[in-house]
């Protein structure tokens, strides 16, 4: 068994997959998907999603074990890791980006099948797995991770993930009432109303959405699916190839400026030429991130990002922390800070109420303006560096009292959310894991029983009778039995049955009918 090393900063969202817990019917909606998606995506996916599905080791009978999954996936340089359904955007990001699928181990609703609203572990396993183990394919997608973990966000899209993952739980809890979702609903829409911008996160985020999950590839007018969203739901896998579905030729800056629906299947997608097309779109999105950017104008990302980052200078020397406050004169800023760490070579250095004075030329021109006063203790000065304690700054007619103070002439080369050095990475407090207890439902013991049945080879015509009379509204129950059963009587009176559940909601009607087509 391979032993995974997880970063210290991503253990707390790492959650069991309590797979004892799966009950008959979660394991008859994989096999359910599984195999109507492997029918369906047969010369209508990336030629090498099959190839990949059957390296992964994955089989349509139960649900994969997410910790055996790790052994197959190595051989590509993936392990796999359980979580609770969405995690944060930089935690998903910095799980891909060190080689680790993060996998969301609740499984949809018969209900949902069509489409779920939240991650699940039919769309991480079956979706996002089978493609990663394409060397090209996995190597982006690692980039993508890379990326994502340094991409800054704005401290209002927290409060927005929080909504979301609310309304992700509320849909797929059997429990939920409709006015449970529209408050979940109304909630989101609040959340997101709060929300300014458009931050790094953001963006990486939507053409990660664009592509990786909702991507197709080829030619516009006859393209193949690759994006993990696609290829794990049975219902819009079958629906981006329509008419229906908008497709446009992949563009960084058109891809940008459209927005995704989590909760809805799609209705516009774009195609890729190819995999090198999207590395050039990575490569641009990259140089215009803070991380390569610096420079002052990225300071307000920082800022605004209302957490942890941390600002390199010229000398390769850091200062970590949560950015207080910038004041700008001219090109000049002032960068403050209630705690930061002067991280100098693996050499840590904490400093309270610090200031760090970037001048947009030397000290001895900058300083001997009237635009910025120094009043304070010089500890040490240099003609490039100059540093100061019990110091006020008065600068855009601003007084600011500072303990310590550093001045120095510098471009700031990179500017980055958290932190390169592991014991300085603020953790999250651990997951609170919001899972339904999986009861059993009427339908759960005979799901069991015609499974033990199939495996065994044993006829389950007598069993029929009962599940025809008993479970009279179980279609999924009464595909598997129509998929074995030996009677022609028994055969058609499952049909018919199946037949007039077909016509009770669209979804029936469209899943029914394809299991038919399936099995006939």
């Not at 391979?2 to 253990?11: K, N």
């Not at 030629?47 to 390296?55: N, Q, R, T």
């Amino acid at each position: 068994m391979l032993t995974q090393i997880i970063p210290r900063h991503l253990a707390p969202h790492i959650s069991p997959q309590f797979y004892d817990e799966y009950k008959p019917t979660d394991h008859a909606v994989w096999r359910f998907v599984l195999r109507l998606n492997l029918h369906t995506l047969e010369g209508k996916a990336h030629p090498f999603y099959i190839e990949g599905l059957k390296k992964t080791g994955m089989g349509p009978e139960r649900l994969p074990n997410v910790e055996q999954m790790t052994e197959e996936m190595r051989t590509a340089g993936w392990s796999t890791v359980a979580v609770d359904g969405l995690i944060p955007g930089v935690a998903f990001f910095d799980f891909q980006g060190n080689g680790m699928l993060p996998v969301a181990t609740d499984i949809r609703k018969v209900e949902n099948i069509l489409y779920s609203p939240a991650p699940d572990i039919i769309h991480e396993a079956a979706g996002h797995a089978p493609m990663l183990m394409d060397p090209e394919f996995s190597q982006i997608v690692k980039r993508f991770g890379q990326l994502g973990a340094r991409a800054f966000m704005n401290r209002e899209e927290h409060a927005s993930f929080t909504a979301l993952k609310r309304l992700t739980v509320v849909k797929e809890n059997a429990n939920s009432t409709d006015e449970d979702i529209t408050a979940a609903e109304a909630a989101v829409h609040a959340a997101k109303a709060q929300v300014t911008g458009f931050s790094e996160a953001q963006q990486v985020a939507r053409i990660f959405w664009w592509t990786v999950e909702f991507g197709l590839i080829g030619d516009v007018d006859n393209p193949l699916i690759y994006g993990a969203g696609l290829l794990s739901s049975v219902g819009e896998s079958r629906h981006c190839l329509t008419d229906a579905v908008t497709k446009h030729p992949f563009n960084l800056e058109h891809a940008l400026e459209t927005k995704q629906d989590v909760t809805n299947m799609q209705r516009e997608l774009f195609v890729i030429p190819d995999f090198e097309a999207l590395k050039d779109a990575l490569d641009e999105l990259e140089s215009r991130m803070a991380v390569n950017q610096g420079g002052i104008a990225s300071l307000a990302k920082a800022l605004a990002s209302g957490s942890q980052s941390t600002v390199r200078l010229e000398d390769g020397t850091d200062r970590v922390g949560v950015i207080r406050h910038v004041t700008c004169s001219g090109a000049n800023s002032l960068i403050q800070w209630d705690d930061c760490v002067n991280v100098n070579h693996g050499q840590l250095t904490n400093l309270h109420n610090h200031g760090l004075l970037v001048l947009d030329g030397p000290l001895q021109d900058v300083l001997a303006t009237a635009d910025i006063r120094l009043d304070g203790q010089v500890v040490s000065e240099t003609k490039e560096t100059l540093h100061l304690e019990a110091v006020v700054v008065t600068i855009e007619g601003r007084q600011i009292k500072l303990e310590t103070l550093e001045v120095r002439q510098d471009t700031l080369p990179s500017i980055f959310p958290g932190t390169e050095i592991e014991e300085l990475v603020i953790l999250e407090k651990p997951v609170h894991i919001e899972r339904d207890a999986r009861v059993w439902t009427n339908d759960d013991p005979m799901f069991n029983q015609v499974r033990n049945m199939r495996e065994q080879g044993e006829s389950i015509d007598g069993l029929v009778p009962t599940i025809l009379a008993d479970h009279p509204d179980a279609w999924l129950l009464h595909i598997e039995c129509l998929e074995l059963v030996e009677s022609a009587e028994l055969r058609q009176a499952l049909t018919e049955r199946l037949h007039e559940l077909r016509e009770t909601s669209p979804s029936r009607h469209e899943l029914i009918g394809r299991a038919l087509r399936l099995l006939n």
